[in-house]
């Protein structure tokens, strides 16, 4: 059986990885800024409408759910961009 094993690495490999996951992370970061720019346009358009605090269910602050929204963004964010980034930076070239 041939033995199979991977041709060296190049010098610039490692800095090409590290630019790759740098772009993935500027991109997700830029996405995530818009994202929550328009959830705050929104809440605003909302508070215009309807003016004041408006009750989810008759219950809760509407900015309850806004501001969950926000949490829950943020978080699938890291979650997600994390895992992209190490992809980019850990993907053999090709």
Known sequence: MKNH???PEKWNDPIVRL???GLELVSHLGMLALILVGIKLIELLMERL???QRLLF???PLAYVVDGSDLVLIAAFLTIGIFVVLR???RKRG
């Open 5 to 7: 094993e991977h041709p």
């Open 19 to 21: 630019l790759r996951g």
């Open 50 to 52: 309807w003016g004041g």
């Open 58 to 60: 008759g219950r809760w």
């Open 88 to 90: 980019a930076y850990y």
